[in-house]
């Protein structure tokens, strides 16, 4: 049997990873936004950088990892415990993911500024889906961070739209293309940009189904009806 | 400490997790194949199948997260062991999004054959890469049942192959449809379903860096330089 003490060490660690994974979720959120920025004004120098802190986001993964089996291994943690690493460490390959796909965005950025000017208005393109999905992102840490199953619940519901903003997309970029074969270079680079949006959408809500999960003790992954969640208190302001 | 006969236990349970997570792989390598076919010749039938069995592939990536999870609370793994299980965890992840996208490329082929007639030669196109991930993602998983860390570190090389393909590829579409923009429509959806194949080839390489990872106790996802493994004796005919 574990002790109070043992148990208190517990926690006390897994705080410590998960307030970790959470400095990894701020710093592949500021890769997002960053890469966005690239997409927009095309800064050469920053796309570099979005690229170059994908490492830092890859060594994150691989300590974060370790610390997770080395609680496991150290605190032999009961079915309830073990259930929240097992959700941290499948919410951290999401985030190392994310970083992947911020990076894609900061690489089609920075070539496709190279090329010259671009040949059809593609930020505008992508504004809606860029902030659906930047919210989703926050929203999905922030839940993390709080553990907060009702708020992860919302925000799965709002990959819908942004699936939906995504075919939207891909209509009006086959129209340009038509209409204008020399837009296609540039269409196609917004559609893949595009693409890296919606699967940075896919992973904030991998995230905030490991939240339920881990709240709820309900794997609501490939679940075709949403559960319903006990009435919470507001949290207030966030 | 853990005794023989609860160490003997546990390696008789993570077996038959593993073998549970081979046909998991052998489900996810037929969808791939079946998918293809779709592809190339558009059976609308067989591709409501290939979409079907991503059911299956969920239902068991829950349950045997599920069994890897109950096998470390019951059994209590020292580090080395954890080792395995963790890794199994993520390749069983792997696995699942393996059927998405395999799932994806059934869609887009049963989409795009309904259409009508398709404007180019589009599964010429992908014969390559198709092969080339077929293979790959055939050694990850005869690597990961034989843990086999030397074929696993010879397919993660393949992936540059696969990645080069790719590149191909969009170079040949594009050409198509600055040349005729009748066929965007038939050139995008060669290029979705080409991405969906870059993509399981991406999975099938993390599957050998995880089964590198048990092998060696060398975690080398995000290594710059992959390291030597020692010299083996053949294993023979496979």
């Known amino acids: 049997m574990i002790g109070e003490h043992s148990s208190k060490q517990y926690d006390h660690e897994l705080e410590t990873i998960r307030s970790k994974v959470l400095q990894m979720g701020g710093i592949v959120e500021t890769q997002f936004i960053d890469a966005m920025t690239c997409f927009r004004i095309g800064n050469a120098e920053r796309a570099e950088r979005v690229i170059a802190e994908d490492d830092t986001v890859n060594q994150l993964e691989l300590s974060l990892d370790d610390a997770c089996s080395?609680?496991?291994?150290?605190?032999?943690?009961?079915?309830?415990d073990l259930r929240t690493v097992m959700a941290t460490v499948k919410v951290i390959t999401d985030l190392e993911r994310i970083g992947d796909e911020a990076a894609k965005i900061a690489r089609t950025s920075r070539d496709m500024h190279a090329r010259g000017p671009v040949s059809i208005n593609h930020y505008e393109i992508v504004r809606a889906i860029s902030a659906s999905t930047s919210a989703m992102l926050h929203d999905a840490l922030d839940a993390f961070a709080r553990l907060d199953g009702r708020q992860a619940?919302?925000?799965?519901?709002?990959?819908?739209?942004?699936?939906?903003?995504?075919?939207?997309?891909m209509r009006t970029l086959i129209t340009f293309m038509m209409e204008d074969p020399r837009t296609i270079s540039s269409a196609l680079d917004t559609l893949w940009v595009a693409k890296a949006i919606e699967r940075i959408g896919d992973h904030a809500k991998n995230i905030?189904?490991?939240v339920i999960y881990v709240v709820d003790g309900k794997d609501i992954r490939h679940a075709k009806v949403l559960p319903e969640l006990p009435d919470q208190v507001s949290d207030g302001e966030r």
């Open 70 to 80: 080395h609680l496991i291994v150290k605190r032999q943690p009961a079915a309830n």
């Open 153 to 169: 619940l919302a925000l799965i519901a709002q990959d819908t739209v942004v699936d939906h903003e995504f075919r939207q997309i």
């Open 208 to 210: 905030a189904e490991y």
